[in-house]
Nanobody, 124 residues
Framework: QVQLVESGGGLVQAGGSLSLSCAAS???????MGWFRQAPGNEREFVAA????????YYADSVKGRFTISRDNAKNTVYLQMNALKPEDTAVYYC??????????????????WGQGTQVTVSS
């Protein structure tokens, strides 16, 4: 079992920055962790992901160059630094972890553990 606890998020003006954290606990080896987001009326979409071993990172085109995902394996924590935020970044952001199976890093179906979500609102 893995528990994911997110923190961060909030309200920021366009052009501003926010940082999200996701702390994992439970002892199960995590292959990769990712961030997804879901705006009202939209499907959940991939934002960024990082592999535990090697640290390879992956980004959605919409956030590339603005968001940075990083990890601290000793703390079992993943971070998402969000810069140059836009109103269209407004959504509930979810942390996710995958512990088993084939990993399709950008697919939500790959991930078997999810956080509770944290709201990010970017005002224009």
């Amino acid at each position: 079992q893995v528990q994911l606890v997110e923190s961060g998020g909030g309200l920021v003006q366009a052009g501003g920055s926010l940082s999200l954290s996701c702390a994992a606990s439970g002892g199960t080896f995590i292959i990769a962790m990712g961030w997804f987001r879901q705006a009202p009326g939209n499907e959940r979409e991939f934002v960024a992901a990082i592999r535990r071993i090697g640290g390879n990172t992956y980004y959605a085109d919409s956030v590339k160059g603005r968001f940075t995902i990083s990890r601290d394996n000793a703390k079992n924590t993943v971070y998402l630094q969000m810069n140059a935020l836009k109103p269209e970044d407004t959504a509930v952001y979810y942390c996710a972890a995958v512990t088993t199976g084939a990993v399709i890093i950008r697919s939500a179906n790959t991930y078997n553990y999810w956080g509770q979500g944290t709201q990010v609102t970017v005002s224009s």
